[in-house]
Nanobody, 124 residues
Framework: QVQLVESGGGLVQAGDSLRLSCAASGRTFSSYAMGWFRQAPGKEREFVAAISWNGGNTYYTNSVKGRFTISRNNALNMVYLQMNSLQPEDTAVYYC?????????????????WGQGTQVTVSS
């Protein structure tokens, strides 16, 4: 069982940066691939970024490549999403998710545990 708690969201202006954090419970955190998803009002929850169990592999959706960076610290049971050059279209609730496998995935249904989400609002 893994419990996830996101933090770091907020209201920022276009061009600003935010760093989201996800604190995970459980002794097997290091064996999980982790991902970030987001859901804007009236839209489906979509994949943003993922990282393999040891941080060796990462993957991003095209719209955030070059602006967002996912990372993890297995010693601290933490996953991060550094978001730079934020744009209004990045506005959404951001969710941290854990996949009971070391292999990353972009598919929402393959993730087993989810946090409660943190709101990111980017004003123009």
């Amino acid at each position: 069982q893994v419990q996830l708690v996101e933090s770091g969201g907020g209201l920022v202006q276009a061009g600003d940066s935010l760093r989201l954090s996800c604190a995970a419970s459980g002794r097997t955190f290091s064996s999980y691939a982790m991902g970030w998803f987001r859901q804007a009002p009236g839209k489906e929850r979509e994949f943003v970024a993922a990282i393999s169990w040891n941080g060796g592999n990462t993957y991003y959706t095209n719209s955030v490549k070059g602006r967002f960076t996912i990372s993890r610290n297995n010693a601290l049971n933490m996953v991060y999403l550094q978001m730079n050059s934020l744009q209004p279209e990045d506005t959404a609730v951001y969710y941290c998710a854990a996949k009971a496998s070391r292999v990353i995935s972009t598919t929402r249904r393959e993730y087993d545990y989810w946090g409660q989400g943190t709101q990111v609002t980017v004003s123009s």
